[in-house]
């Protein structure tokens, strides 16, 4: 394996293929491989395993994972690594390279169409990647809100974004609402920014998403669930019955002032300081008492 972690020998690559770290991309190449260890024993990876990777760059995390599992599909948007990747991939024969932008070639309604999520692998698979921060939010919106969702992901990303994911009540966000409706969310460790070229200028978080069961998923009542959950922290500075009073209508205001009551909220609730759970049921309360 190429010295992968060595800063210099990732310049002498760059300038071999006339690249340098993309801010449009948000690429830095991490240089420690412990954390690359600790990813991989968090991704708790069998050898018939398929996993997803996003963004390889040089494939520091690529060939870690293709010795470990059945199958490596990574997305690649860089097209100047084609021969870089054509020899590795000769070596690697469980490793496919998906040259184009990931967000473009499978929005969310069409993931089905990536190859490990046609049910060719029976335990489904999982997404490991050091996500390009300018990407991380609608990959990681990609893989949790298609109908065919990984069953872990391991990835990395800033220090703040992983601490707002794994928010308790106090500090929720549509974020964490959002996060931790379809999984359940693990801050595996703190990466420093030291330990990146070019470094950034943020620290970073390996995070584990353990997804949740899709058998008790329904579309019609996610799409009215992210709605209000919207709409509740729309103006975080009001109270959260003055945000949903719009949505649910003026003359529908006592009954949803019966609602709170009913789940231990008062007037003075405001929307951080509701769990997931207690959205779900102020949700599902105000869909069978308000008929939204």
Not at 46 to 55: I, L, N, P, S, Y
Not at 73 to 101: C, H, R, S, T, V
Not at 126 to 140: D, E, F, G, M, R
Not at 202 to 224: G, P
Request: glycine residues 6%; contains cysteine.
């Amino acid at each position: 394996m190429p010295d992968l972690y060595n800063p210099d020998y990732l310049k002498h690559l760059c300038q071999k293929y006339g690249l340098s770290p993309s801010k449009q991309y948000g690429q830095n190449y991490l240089l420690d491989a412990a954390v690359i260890e600790e990813m991989l024993v968090a991704a708790e990876l069998a050898t018939d395993d398929a996993v997803v990777e996003v963004g390889p760059g040089f494939g520091i995390l690529t060939l870690a994972l293709a010795p470990k599992v059945k199958k490596v599909m990574a997305f690649e948007i860089e097209k100047k690594l084609e021969p870089y990747w054509e020899g590795l991939a000769k070596q690697y024969k469980n490793l496919e390279i998906i040259w184009g932008n990931i967000l473009k070639k499978f929005p969310i309604s069409n993931i089905s169409e990536i190859p490990l999520a046609t049910g060719q692998y029976p335990n489904g698979y999982k997404v490991v990647a050091n996500l390009p921060y300018q990407i991380t939010s609608p990959v990681i919106r990609l893989f949790l809100e298609n109908e065919f969702p990984p069953t872990l992901m391991v990835t990395m990303v800033q220090k703040e974004v992983g601490e707002r994911m794994c928010a308790k009540p106090g500090q929720m966000s549509v974020l964490a609402v959002a996060t931790q409706y379809f999984a359940v969310p693990e801050i595996v460790r703190v990466v420093p920014r030291a330990l990146f070229w070019p470094e950034p200028k943020v620290d970073s978080v390996v995070i584990k998403l353990r997804i949740k069961s899709q058998e008790l998923r329904s579309k019609e009542f996610e799409k009215k669930f992210f709605d209000i959950v919207r709409a509740g922290f729309a103006n975080r500075r009001k109270l959260l019955i003055k945000n949903l009073t719009p949505i649910v209508g003026k003359k529908n205001r006592p009954e949803l002032e019966k609602i709170f009551t009913n789940l231990g909220l008062t007037g003075n609730s405001r929307a951080q300081e509701l769990s997931m759970e207690q959205w779900k049921e102020l949700v599902h309360k105000i869909q069978i008492d308000i008929r939204y």
